[in-house]
């Protein structure tokens, strides 16, 4: 049996757990596929995943869970993982998962592999294949030890639209946890909300992502006004952010956040391997630079060669006019 840990916040569900989904049933052969749902308050999450083509849906609900904290996680996931018996864990790599996971794997003395991002065989075994050295080279890590081995999955190395759907709903069924809200350590805030403009990239559905090509600080404007038109989120490249003209959290790239919206444009961006790590998950890649041997040609779905300074007004002003 494949487990996969689903991911929520107040009751709305990571996009990023259906990626899961959709490796998990690659994965899975003849094996059955539960989902977990830990947290309170969590059965619309449930029902919204019930969809799923696996075999049951099963809910961890415990007001110690309200508020994420990796302790309370940890303690519920732990029981849960022993009950159930899973050959594989699966969990999205999002931030949440890279704080409890390792804690985890750890306590239940069981391999973790992290930042997956494709899967094949090797003689026999399931071989995860992962980035190394900031995406210049990629290692194939078969699990070693003891089931269950844990794996966490790359946001955008699967796709959410690729996870099949069931004929009818899968059952859901809770699950008992006994947590001691006295062992929990940590004093829960709102996650991940290092500033007022912080942002989590990876769950934006369009990007519009600037690079050296703006030229100064005072063109973001320029962007600004075309994500607004296509109802995006402003992304950079680290030359941007390391200049302070975008904070860090809007840094897409091996170094910042991993994204996989369904459509990424790309102004005035070369397309180095280490920003390319951050947004290969694109479903459309949209791309303008006025160098036509740019990189970032090779990947995009469509280009334009030319001045963004041209190009853009010309989009904002046709979507405005649309």
């Known amino acids: 049996m494949i487990l996969v840990i689903a ?10 757990t259906w990626e899961t989904v959709a490796a998990a049933q690659q994965l899975a052969g003849d094996q059955p596929i539960v989902i977990a749902v830990p947290g309170s308050g969590v059965q619309n999450v449930a029902a919204e995943l019930a969809a799923a083509q696996v075999h049951e849906i099963v809910t961890i609900e415990n007001p110690v869970l309200g508020s994420y904290t990796p302790d309370g996680y940890t303690a519920a ?7 159930m018996s899973p050959s594989l864990v699966l969990l999205p790599h999002t931030y949440q998962a890279r704080d409890f996971a390792p804690k ?5 003395a069981r391999g973790l592999i992290t930042d997956v991002t494709g899967m094949k065989s090797l003689g ?3 071989a995860f294949v992962r980035p190394m050295f900031q995406g210049k080279l990629t290692a194939d890590v078969v699990p070693d030890g003891p089931e269950p081995h844990f794996v966490t999955f790359q946001i955008g190395a699967f796709r959410a639209d690729q996870a099949a759907r069931g004929p009818s709903a899968a059952p859901v069924r809770a699950i008992d946890v006994t947590i001691d809200a006295s062992a929990i350590r940590q004093r829960p805030e709102e996650p991940f909300q290092q500033a007022r403009q912080s942002v989590d990239l990876s769950q934006a559905e369009r990007i519009v992502s600037v ?6 600080q005072e ?3 320029l962007a600004q006004q075309l994500a607004d038109a296509l109802g995006a989120e402003l992304g950079a490249s680290r030359p941007i952010c390391d200049a302070g003209w975008l904070p860090m959290e809007r840094q897409v790239g091996s170094s910042g956040q991993t994204v996989a919206p369904k459509m990424y444009v790309a102004l005035g961006i070369s397309g180095a391997i280490q920003h390319l ?4 998950g694109s479903h459309i890649v949209v791309a303008i630079n006025k160098d036509p041997d740019a990189p970032i040609f090779e990947i995009a779905d469509y280009g334009i060669v030319g001045d963004l300074f041209d190009v853009v007004p010309a989009l904002v002003a046709a979507l405005k006019s649309g």
């Not at 991911?7 to 990023?16: D, I, M, P, V």
């Open 7 to 16: 991911e929520q916040r107040s009751g709305k569900l990571n996009r990023a």
């Open 77 to 83: 996931l732990q029981q849960v993982v022993e009950q």
């Open 104 to 108: 985890l794997a750890t306590r239940m």
């Open 124 to 126: 026999g075994a399931h």
């Open 211 to 216: 690079g050296r090509g703006i030229k100064a």
């Open 219 to 221: 063109h973001l404007a």
């Open 277 to 280: 790590v951050g947004m290969k």
